[in-house]
């Protein structure tokens, strides 16, 4: 019932936000360690003669020899193993998914339920049909927006693996290394958003269909009796 679950699940999710996990002050907390060691410099004979550098270039020429070998880092294995994700993102992405779920489940579960509440279709007393048709447009909104959210954490691994690859084939480059743990607190913050959307979508929720509950059962008079 819809009625009791919806406020108990905003009580639920307003406790979650006042959850330590997702109030962390100083968000260099939640980094995550990169080890990836930058590697020793490669060191490239000097040539100072004209004429000696001009048969060494020979020389590889004839003897296959001159392919570039300087085209960035090979990366084989990872040291260590393999690269972890930030655990104590993944910790909270792995709290979150359910409430996403369950959000989307709901909100499919209610719209389904005034969807064959919406009585035939005659001319006139349409008022009641139209908030109905409200509701289920309000919760066909709120079912989409929860599920952009699970597109918006699949994105940040998919982001995040992408410079990791680039630590590991440009060691060097410090850049890539800030910009993931600025990624990683730009997730930490759109998932303590995330979560008070889920409260406020509750909420709202809640409020629309019980100010209206009336009507969307028996959106025409004349039609109570054959709703049920």
């Keep these: 019932n819809f009625a009791n679950f919806f406020p108990k699940k905003l009580l639920e999710l307003d406790a979650f936000l006042k959850d330590p996990s ?5 968000l260099k907390d939640i980094h995550s360690e990169i080890n990836l060691t930058v590697p020793d410099p490669i060191l490239i004979p000097n040539l ?5 550098a001009q048969n060494a270039k020979k020389r590889k020429l004839e003897d296959g020899s001159g392919d570039d070998k300087m ?3 090979k990366v084989f294995v990872m040291p260590g193993g393999m690269m972890k994700s930030n655990g104590n993102l993944v910790d909270l992405i792995e709290k979150v998914k359910p409430e996403i779920r369950t959000l989307i489940e709901k909100c499919n579960t209610v719209k389904m339920w005034v969807q064959l509440l919406i009585p035939r279709i005659e001319d006139g007393n349409n008022f009641g049909v139209s908030i109905q048709e409200e509701t289920v447009a309000e919760l066909r909104t709120v079912e989409g927006e929860a599920a952009s959210y699970l597109d918006q954490i699949s994105r940040y691994y998919i982001t995040r693996a992408k410079l990791v690859s ?3 084939k440009y060691p060097h480059v410090e850049d890539y290394r800030r910009t993931v743990t ?8 759109s998932l303590k958003i995330i979560v008070s959307e889920l409260r ?8 629309m269909i019980l100010k209206n509950i009336e009507k969307i059962k028996r959106p025409r008079s004349s039609n109570s009796d054959a709703l049920y």
């Design 48 to 52: 100072h003669d004209g004429l000696e």
């Design 182 to 189: 600025e990624i990683d607190e730009k997730e930490y913050i």
């Design 22 to 26: 997702i109030n962390i002050v100083e």
């Design 166 to 168: 680039k630590i590991a």
């Design 71 to 73: 085209t960035g880092t």
């Design 200 to 207: 406020n979508q509750y909420v709202t929720l809640h409020d």
